[in-house]
């Protein structure tokens, strides 16, 4: 059985960036899929933000990439999620998810998801 | 960007009847390996969401066979075919024929009626 703990904080100051971690239990980061995460606006849809491999290999939204990081810590079992310059826009439940990957090329669908971060961008 | 469309928003089903949640593409999903690049989710409160079908039609381990995708093309459709009070989520719709640039429907609230 899979599951993705979050954690980070829930409040992050405009301008600032939002950092979030989700550690893996009952699966080995390092076994074949990629790590991702998909974020909802209040009162808004779904978003893919972006996904990694324990190799590095990295895909992202087009519409987030330029503010987007994300990492692996492959001793810890956890990937990381780093998100530059917020503004309001980018309050949103944060969930960290399993990715079913297209060989390297893109995310297919997402087979496991974290409980989800409420993170508010506010001063 | 890939736009789908839920219907309906929200729905009332009675326990045993049968639920219909539709999903509407604006481009088809339909790849040349003739796969249909559609996923379904189902997000209980208080839960994360959790897969259910992808490749519009293939249930996801441990996913109970009262739950059915079908459709093709442009139109898809989630069917329970015997309500069940657990059953009571929002259900979303989402595409990775666009991949990375994927896109989830607005999502359908399903209720007991």
């Known amino acids: 059985q899979v599951y993705l703990q979050q954690s980070g904080p829930g409040q992050v100051k405009p301008a600032e960036t939002l950092s979030l971690t989700c550690t893996v239990f009952?699966?080995?980061?390092?076994?074949?899929?990629?790590w991702g995460w998909i974020r909802q606006p209040p009162g808004k849809r779904l978003e893919y933000i972006g996904s990694i491999h324990y190799s590095g290999t990295t895909h992202f939204n087009p519409s987030l990439k330029s503010r987007v990081a994300l990492s692996v810590d492959k001793s810890e079992n956890r990937f990381s999620l780093k998100l530059s310059s917020v503004a309001a826009a980018d309050t949103a439940v944060y969930h960290c998810?399993?990715?079913?990957?297209?060989?390297?090329?893109?995310?297919?669908?997402?087979?496991?998801w974290g409980q989800g971060t409420l993170v508010t961008v506010s001063s | 960007d890939i736009v789908l469309t839920q219907s309906p928003d929200s729905l009332g089903v009675s326990l045993g009847e049968r639920a219909t949640i539709n999903c509407k593409s604006r481009?088809?999903?339909?790849?040349?390996?003739?796969?249909?690049?559609l996923a379904w989710y189902q997000h209980k409160p208080g839960q994360p969401p959790k897969l259910l079908i992808y490749w519009a039609s293939t249930r996801a381990s441990g996913v109970p066979d009262r739950f059915s995708g079908s459709g093709s093309g442009t139109d898809f459709t989630l069917t329970i075919s015997s309500l069940q009070a657990e059953d009571v989520a929002v259900y979303y719709c989402?595409?990775?024929?666009?991949?990375?640039?994927?896109?989830f429907g607005q999502g359908t609230r399903l209720d007991i009626k």
């Open positions: 009952g699966f080995s980061i390092t076994n074949g899929y990629f």
């Open positions: 998810v399993q990715v079913r990957e297209n060989g390297g090329y893109g995310p297919y669908f997402f087979d496991n």
């Open positions: 989402q595409q990775y024929y666009s991949t990375p640039a994927i896109s």
């Open positions: 481009q088809s999903l339909l790849f040349t390996n003739n796969k249909n690049y």
